[in-house]
C-alpha cells in the first residue's frame, strides 16, 4: 500500500497535469446537494486518501487522510476507546468534507462544530503547493479561513483532530414539550447540564422532543435501530432508551433521519426485501442524484399539475430567535419532521472567518424535503424566504446546498474581505472558482 507521502506526489504530478483547467475531486462518495452544471474539469482522484493514521487515545487525537470516511474513523477510533469529539450523523461525510464545510451533531452544543475539533490540517493549494495550517503557525489564516470553503481554497489531504473518550453505552432521555418558547427554554437549561450529548426533533406546532444521551457502562437493555425498528419514531414512544455507543452514533444513518420514507422504506416488507445493508445514507443520496439526473419525481410533478422546490438546508439560529424561526418556517415552509441541534462555539476566542458564529448558543434547524403546490412561484421561492428569515435572525445557513443569494448579501454574510485576502494568498491564479462562483452560481 502507498504511504501518503507517495499518494500526495502522485496527486501533486496529477495537478500540474491539469495545469489550466478547472479540477475537481474525484470521490465514491457525496453528500454535496447541489447540482453542478457540466462544464469540462479535470477529476483529481483522491480516492485512496482514506486511511486512519494514528490513534493517540491518551492525548486525545486522531491523524486520518482527507478523504477518511466517518465510518472508518469512529470504528478505528473506537477500537481505541475513544471517538471524534463531533461526527456528522451520516457514515459517508469524510473528515475532509466536514472540515472544508461545516459538520454538526449532538455533541456540537460541548465542542462546537467539526472545524472546531480540529488540531491541524495539510492542504494541497491550487498552485500544487501542499502547506502545514496550524492554529498558530504561519499559515493560521488558512487554518481559520478553510471552514466553509467548500474546495474552493485547496483540499485537505490530512487532518489531525480531538479524540473524546467513550464507555460502551449510551443512555437516552427523550423529554416531550408542546409549546415552542418553553422547549427552547428547556433546551438551552439542559445544554448547561452533564449530558454528552443533546439534540431533539420537531414533530409538529404542538409536538417536541429534546434528547439527552449520557455515556454508560452498563444497560439493562439495548435497542437497535439498524433494521426493522426505525429510531425517529422511538422518540415518540419511549422515555428512555439505550443504546450502543457505536449505534448511538450511527442512529440517523440507517433512514438518513426520516428520509428513508420518501424511498417507501419506512415499509416492513420493502425493508425485508432490500436487506439491512441497503439501508442507509449512502444509497438514499444515490437514489437521489439518480432521480435528480433523470428529473424522474419532476416530470411526475409536472404531469400531475404540480410544482415543486427541493428544500434541503441546515441553518443555524441563536437560541433566543429559535422560536420565530420555528413559527415563520411552520406559516411558511410546513416540512415536518425538523431536527434541532444547539451548537456553542467551543473556543469562544477564535474566529473562524467564512462561518462566523458569536459566543452564544445556536440551534440547527435542519429540514430535508421537497415543498409541492399548485402555484407557480419564481425559482427558489421558499429557499429564498428562508435566506432572508435566517439573516434578518441573525443566524447563518451551511452552503452544501442551494442557495440563491445576490452576491452582495452573500458576501456580506461569508465575509468577502476575509476571504478576498485568503484567495489572494494562496490562489493568486484564481484556479479554483470562488465561493459565490461554486456554492450560489453551481460553477
Ligand atoms: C441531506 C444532508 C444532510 C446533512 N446532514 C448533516 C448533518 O447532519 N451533520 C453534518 O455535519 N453535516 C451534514 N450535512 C452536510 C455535510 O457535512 C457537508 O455537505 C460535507 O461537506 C459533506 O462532506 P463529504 O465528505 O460528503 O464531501 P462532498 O459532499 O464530497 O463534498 C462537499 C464539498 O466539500 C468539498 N470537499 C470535499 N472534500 C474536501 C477536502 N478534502 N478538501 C477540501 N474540500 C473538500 C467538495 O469540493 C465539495 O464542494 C448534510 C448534507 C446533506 C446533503
Given at each position: 500500500?502507498?504511504?501518503?507521502?507517495?499518494?500526495?506526489?502522485?496527486?501533486?504530478?496529477?495537478?500540474?497535469?491539469?495545469?489550466?483547467?478547472?479540477?475537481?475531486?474525484?470521490?465514491?462518495?457525496?453528500?454535496?446537494?447541489?447540482?453542478?452544471?457540466?462544464?469540462?474539469?479535470?477529476?483529481?482522484?483522491?480516492?485512496?486518501?482514506?486511511?486512519?493514521?494514528?490513534?493517540?487515545?491518551?492525548?486525545?487525537?486522531?491523524?486520518?487522510?482527507?478523504?477518511?470516511?466517518?465510518?472508518?474513523?469512529?470504528?478505528?477510533?473506537?477500537?481505541?476507546?475513544?471517538?471524534?469529539?463531533?461526527?456528522?450523523?451520516?457514515?459517508?461525510?469524510?473528515?475532509?468534507?466536514?472540515?472544508?464545510?461545516?459538520?454538526?451533531?449532538?455533541?456540537?452544543f460541548?465542542?462546537?462544530?467539526?472545524?472546531?475539533?480540529?488540531?491541524?490540517?495539510?492542504?494541497?493549494?491550487?498552485?500544487?503547493?501542499?502547506?502545514?495550517?496550524?492554529?498558530?503557525?504561519?499559515?493560521?489564516?488558512?487554518?481559520?479561513?478553510?471552514?466553509?470553503?467548500?474546495?474552493?481554497?485547496?483540499?485537505?489531504?490530512?487532518?489531525?483532530?480531538?479524540?473524546?473518550?467513550?464507555?460502551?453505552?449510551?443512555?437516552?432521555q427523550h423529554i416531550r414539550h408542546t409549546d415552542p418558547a418553553e422547549y427552547f427554554d428547556d433546551l438551552a437549561q439542559r445544554c448547561a447540564e452533564?449530558a454528552?450529548?443533546v439534540d431533539g426533533v420537531v414533530f409538529g406546532r404542538n409536538e417536541m422532543v429534546i434528547t439527552l444521551?449520557?455515556?454508560?457502562?452498563?444497560?439493562?437493555?439495548?435497542?437497535?435501530?439498524?433494521?426493522?425498528?426505525?429510531?425517529y419514531?422511538?422518540l415518540r414512544e419511549r422515555t428512555?432508551?439505550?443504546?450502543?455507543?457505536?449505534?448511538?452514533?450511527?442512529?440517523?444513518?440507517?433512514?438518513?433521519?426520516?428520509?428513508?420514507?420518501?424511498?417507501?422504506?419506512?415499509?416492513?416488507?420493502?425493508?425485508?426485501?432490500?436487506?439491512?445493508?441497503?439501508?442507509?445514507?449512502?444509497?438514499?443520496?444515490?437514489?437521489?442524484?439518480?432521480?435528480?439526473?433523470?428529473?424522474?419525481?419532476?416530470?411526475?410533478?409536472?404531469?400531475?399539475?404540480?410544482?415543486?422546490?427541493?428544500?434541503?438546508?441546515?441553518v443555524?439560529i441563536p437560541i433566543a430567535n429559535a422560536p420565530q424561526f420555528l413559527d415563520f418556517f411552520h406559516h411558511e415552509i410546513g416540512i415536518l419532521p425538523i431536527w434541532v441541534c444547539p451548537?456553542?462555539?467551543?473556543?469562544?476566542?477564535?474566529?473562524?472567518?467564512?462561518?462566523?458564529?458569536?459566543?452564544t448558543l445556536y440551534v440547527n434547524f435542519g429540514f430535508?424535503?421537497?415543498?409541492?403546490?399548485?402555484?407557480?412561484?419564481?425559482?427558489?421561492?421558499?429557499?429564498?424566504?428562508?435566506?432572508?428569515k435566517?439573516?434578518?435572525l441573525?443566524g447563518?445557513?451551511?452552503?452544501?446546498?442551494?442557495?440563491?443569494?445576490?452576491?452582495?448579501?452573500?458576501?456580506?454574510?461569508?465575509?468577502?474581505?476575509?476571504?478576498?485576502?485568503?484567495?489572494?494568498?494562496?490562489?493568486?491564479?484564481?484556479?479554483?472558482?470562488?465561493?459565490?462562483?461554486?456554492?450560489?452560481?453551481?460553477?
Open positions: 500500500m502507498a504511504t501518503y507521502e507517495e499518494k500526495k506526489q502522485r496527486l501533486l504530478a496529477e495537478l500540474r497535469a491539469s495545469a489550466g483547467m478547472a479540477v475537481a475531486l474525484a470521490k465514491n462518495t457525496s453528500n454535496l446537494f447541489r447540482d453542478r452544471n457540466n462544464a469540462p474539469r479535470r477529476k483529481l482522484d483522491v480516492r485512496n486518501f482514506n486511511n486512519v493514521l494514528r490513534v493517540d487515545a491518551a492525548n486525545g487525537w486522531v491523524e486520518a487522510e482527507g478523504m477518511t470516511p466517518y465510518e472508518k474513523l469512529v470504528d478505528a477510533m473506537l477500537a481505541h476507546g475513544v471517538m471524534p469529539a463531533v461526527v456528522p450523523q451520516l457514515k459517508s461525510i469524510t473528515l475532509g468534507g466536514a472540515a472544508a464545510g461545516v459538520g454538526i451533531e449532538a455533541s456540537s460541548k465542542y462546537g462544530l467539526v472545524h472546531e475539533t480540529l488540531l491541524e490540517m495539510e492542504i494541497l493549494l491550487p498552485d500544487g503547493r501542499v502547506v502545514l495550517c496550524t492554529p498558530d503557525n504561519e499559515h493560521k489564516d488558512l487554518f481559520f479561513g478553510f471552514p466553509n470553503s467548500y474546495g474552493t481554497l485547496g483540499y485537505v489531504l490530512k487532518l489531525k483532530a480531538k479524540a473524546v473518550p467513550v464507555k460502551k453505552f449510551v443512555q437516552l452533564d454528552d450529548f444521551g449520557r455515556f454508560v457502562d452498563n444497560a439493562p437493555f439495548v435497542s437497535d435501530y439498524t433494521y426493522k425498528n426505525i429510531y419514531r422511538s428512555t432508551d439505550f443504546l450502543t455507543t457505536h449505534d448511538y452514533i450511527w442512529r440517523w444513518d440507517t433512514d438518513w433521519f426520516w428520509c428513508s420514507r420518501n424511498f417507501f422504506a419506512q415499509n416492513p416488507i420493502i425493508r425485508r426485501i432490500v436487506g439491512k445493508s441497503f439501508l442507509n445514507s449512502v444509497t438514499y443520496s444515490k437514489i437521489m442524484r439518480w432521480n435528480s439526473k433523470w428529473k424522474i419525481t419532476q416530470r411526475l410533478d409536472k404531469l400531475m399539475g404540480r410544482h415543486s422546490e427541493s428544500v434541503i438546508q441546515d443555524d451548537i456553542h462555539p467551543y473556543q469562544p476566542n477564535a474566529q473562524f472567518d467564512l462561518f462566523r458564529m458569536p459566543n430535508w424535503d421537497v415543498v409541492k403546490g399548485r402555484e407557480q412561484h419564481p425559482k427558489g421561492h421558499y429557499n429564498r424566504k428562508i435566506e432572508r435566517v439573516s434578518e441573525g447563518i445557513k451551511s452552503l452544501y446546498s442551494d442557495s440563491y443569494y445576490e452576491a452582495d448579501e452573500f458576501w456580506q454574510i461569508y465575509n468577502k474581505p476575509a476571504y478576498t485576502q485568503l484567495k489572494r494568498k494562496y490562489d493568486a491564479q484564481g484556479t479554483f472558482k470562488d465561493l459565490y462562483q461554486k456554492c450560489v452560481l453551481r460553477q
